[in-house]
């Protein structure tokens, strides 16, 4: 496949999500929306979609005027029957595209917290079973998804009532980040540390440096996700 990322910001690239591709034997080119020169690819150059987060909201389009644009292509990717992963910004993003709205979250959500299966996830048999052992995912948000009409609400915490949705076998939103891996997290402590603000579910920076050996663990549910939703064969 020719799997597109869409980036926001320097500090929260690809991570494993990148060996994943490169180790199925896939192509990949990524639109980074902090460089100017970055284009969006037409239809025809990509099979799949992979939205990254990101620091700002999706309704910041005055603050990053190319939101809007971003919006619009991830529209047109869902009608084209692109399939579209999103993760935290981008599940959040992808879930406007379907008509959901983004609101400020029940609570915010930093550090390493586990994700329940709903009682619909039942209904996609595969997603149930990764999720059946309740891991403990990364988490970086102070916005939370809506789920679109049509979509099943897949996964939840404790601090918020969704944590994921999959739309038509198509779209998959996830409001964690299984992608992570300690070089990634290093970035996003060292560009983003101010959010650790005093809450129920934040933990402190230490807290979450302890837990890095928890990257391969998410890592490998990453793969098998997208093994899964790419229908890939190992």
């Known amino acids: 496949m020719n799997i597109h990322f869409l980036q926001h910001v ?12 490169l180790g199925c034997g896939h192509q990949f080119s990524v639109t980074r929306f902090f460089e100017p020169a970055d284009q969006l690819p037409i239809a025809e150059q990509f099979d799949a979609l992979i939205v990254l987060g990101g620091p700002m909201g999706v309704y910041d389009e005055l603050q990053y005027p190319w939101l809007s644009q971003e919006k619009e292509f991830i529209t047109e990717a869902i009608v084209n029957g692109k399939k579209v992963v999103g993760i935290c910004l981008g599940a959040q993003l992808a879930a406007v595209c379907l008509g959901a709205k983004v609101t400020a979250a029940t609570n915010k959500e930093m550090g390493w917290y586990p994700v329940l299966p709903t009682k619909y996830a039942s209904q996609v048999s595969w997603f149930n079973v990764l999720f059946s052992q309740l891991p403990i995912a990364f988490h ?4 939370a998804f809506e789920t679109p009409i049509d979509a099943i609400p897949l996964l939840y915490s404790m601090a918020n009532a969704n944590q994921a949705f999959i739309y038509n076998d198509q779209v998959i939103g996830l409001q964690f980040h299984l992608e992570a891996t300690p070089e990634t997290l290093a970035q996003l402590l060292e560009n983003c540390s101010g959010d650790l603000t005093v809450g129920s579910y934040i933990q402190d920076r230490e807290t979450i440096l302890r837990q890095l050996n928890r990257c391969g663990e ?8 997208l093994n899964h939703f790419f229908d890939v064969r190992n």
């Open 10 to 21: 320097p500090f929260e690239g690809p991570g494993y999500l990148q060996t994943w591709v």
């Open 140 to 143: 970086w948000h102070g916005d």
């Open 218 to 225: 998410i890592n490998k549910i990453a793969e098998r996700l």
